[in-house]
Nanobody, 119 residues
């Protein structure tokens, strides 16, 4: 089992920045990659960014490329999401997630943290 605890989030004006952090504990040696998802009201949950634990390879959705940066600290078992140039459409509940392999679904989830971007 892996436990994930998010921190960060909040209210920010458009163009501002926020940083989300996710601390992992438990059987983290089995984690293949970690990701940040978001879900806005009335919309489906989408994966915003992910990072492979072994080599730091990252992947982003087009709408956040150049604005968001996902990073990891293997020694502390944490993953962060630096969000810059925030837009109102970035408003959502953001979730940290982890999985044990590329063929697996994300089966470990944090509790979620609200990000609200005002125009």
């Amino acid at each position: 089992q892996v436990q994930l605890v998010e921190s960060g989030g909040g209210l920010v004006q458009a163009g501002g920045s926020l940083r989300l952090s996710c601390a992992a504990s438990g059987r983290t040696s089995n984690v293949y990659d970690m990701a940040w998802f978001r879900q806005a009201p009335g919309k489906e949950r989408e994966r915003v960014a992910r990072i492979r634990w072994s080599d730091g390879t990252t992947l982003y959705i087009d709408s956040v490329k150049g604005r968001f940066t996902i990073s990891r600290d293997n020694a502390r078992d944490t993953v962060s999401l630096e969000m810059n140039s925030l837009k109102p459409e970035d408003t959502a509940v953001y979730y940290c997630a982890a999985r044990n392999g590329v063929g697996y679904g994300y089966n470990y989830w944090g509790q979620g943290t609200q990000v609200t971007v005002s125009s």
